[in-house]
T-cell receptor
Framework: KQEVTQIPAALSVPEGENLVLNCSFTDSAIYNLQWFRQDPGKGLTSLLLIQSSQREQTSGRLNASLDKSSGRSTLYIAASQPGDSATYLCAPCQYGNNRLAFGKGNQVVVIP | GAVVSQHPSWVICKSGTSVKIECRSLDFQATTMFWYRQFPKQSLMLMATSNEGSKATYEQGVEKDKFLINHASLTLSTLTVTSAHPEDSSFYIC???????????FGAGTRLSVL
């Protein structure tokens, strides 16, 4: 069974700082890995998807890296803004059955 | 990205009643849909995998007679929480999987509060 761990569980940073969110997973047999954003009481917003053959993916201020063999992914958010405050979820997609496994998330607060 | 509509977004009900949640794929046919549950401060946990035209596959520990899943068409799956109790209060969210891609698209979720 895939186990996903996200570190740190929570962090607060002043506006403008760069964010580094870490995700590790136990089973490297994955199709892809997605990073999501979840605001309190809301659903999921897909941020980035990295295919298993890719090393990184970028969208605006967001950059996600993937080291499949070691079971790690990192989400970088440059020049953080108060609007980036949310919980960020990492979800590897299991090879064969397309199941997503979720960690508990990185809860981010960006202080104006 | 694909559009997935989940309804209702919020429901409050009395203990013992049944609640139906709908998940619709609006712009593609979804052969597979997934249902997740999220308790406060916890991860999303997969409850079941729903395949069109066949019985759902439930995860260990999820009661199939309590959480009825129907996937009668390629664009609609429903989750019915039967005889709901306060411990069933949670955030339920669905996702759809197009036949052509290994990418899941999520609904906005349903917050269920059982009194």
């Amino acid at each position: 069974k895939q186990e996903v761990t996200q570190i740190p569980a929570a962090l607060s940073v002043p506006e403008g700082e760069n964010l580094v969110l870490n995700c590790s997973f136990t089973d490297s047999a994955i199709y892809n890995l997605q990073w999501f954003r979840q605001d309190p009481g809301k659903g999921l917003t897909s941020l980035l998807l990295i295919q298993s053959s890719q090393r990184e993916q970028t969208s605006g201020r967001l950059n996600a890296s993937l080291d499949k063999s070691s079971g790690r992914s990192t989400l970088y958010i440059a020049a953080s803004q108060p609007g980036d405050s949310a919980t960020y979820l990492c979800a590897p997609c299991q090879y064969g059955n397309n199941r997503l496994a979720f960690g508990k998330g990185n809860q981010v607060v960006v202080i104006p | 990205g694909a559009v997935v509509s989940q309804h209702p977004s919020w429901v409050i009900c009395k203990s013992g009643t049944s609640v139906k949640i709908e998940c619709r794929s609006l712009d593609f046919q979804a052969t597979t849909m997934f249902w997740y549950r999220q308790f406060p401060k916890q991860s999303l946990m997969l409850m079941a995998t729903s395949n069109e035209g066949s019985k759902a596959t439930y995860e260990q520990g999820v009661e199939k007679d309590k959480f009825l899943i129907n996937h009668a068409s390629l664009t609609l799956s429903t989750l019915t929480v039967t005889s709901a109790h306060p411990e069933d209060s949670s955030f339920y969210i669905c996702s759809t999987l197009p036949g052509t891609k290994n990418i899941q698209y999520f609904g906005a979720g349903t917050r269920l509060s059982v009194l």
